[in-house]
């Protein structure tokens, strides 16, 4: 499979996705329109290893919520990742079995790794 996990209003996806120049066969989700579901958030848990892997900490929510002073468990991290969009480290792209979570320079690169030795 290949998805990708997107906001379609962040500039940051944005700019990645152009640069990455995806190929048709990717299943696009932009997470405000087409939020994630459980089996969504199970299955990229399921790559990644944890929950908190895909968990935005930059969020407003975050910060506006004072999250930063709770103790957060995997079931916290999960059940936020289900009640709002804004709370998903963007963008994810899935390859495969491959998982590549936000925008470091470093996941990006290896994205394009990953994609230049599947061509």
């Known amino acids: 499979m290949k998805k990708v996990y997107y906001l ?3 500039s940051t996806c944005k ?10 066969d990717f299943i696009m989700q932009d997470i405000k329109t087409t939020p994630l579901t459980a089996q969504d958030v199970a299955h990229l848990k399921k790559l990644s290893g944890s ?7 930059r969020a407003k929510l975050f910060q506006e919520r004072q999250l930063q002073n709770e103790t957060l468990d995997e079931d916290r991290y999960k059940a936020l990742l289900l009640e709002h ?4 480290k963007r963008p994810v792209v ?3 079995q ?3 979570i936000g ?3 470093s ?5 394009q790794h990953r994609l230049e030795t599947e061509n």
């Open 8 to 10: 379609n209003s962040c």
């Open 15 to 24: 700019r990645i996705l152009k640069n990455l120049a995806l190929s048709a």
């Open 51 to 57: 929950y908190s892997a895909l968990f935005s900490r």
């Open 85 to 88: 969009y804004t709370f998903l």
């Open 94 to 96: 899935v390859v495969g």
């Open 98 to 100: 491959d998982i590549f």
């Open 103 to 105: 925008s470091a320079k």
């Open 107 to 111: 996941t990006v690169d290896n994205l």
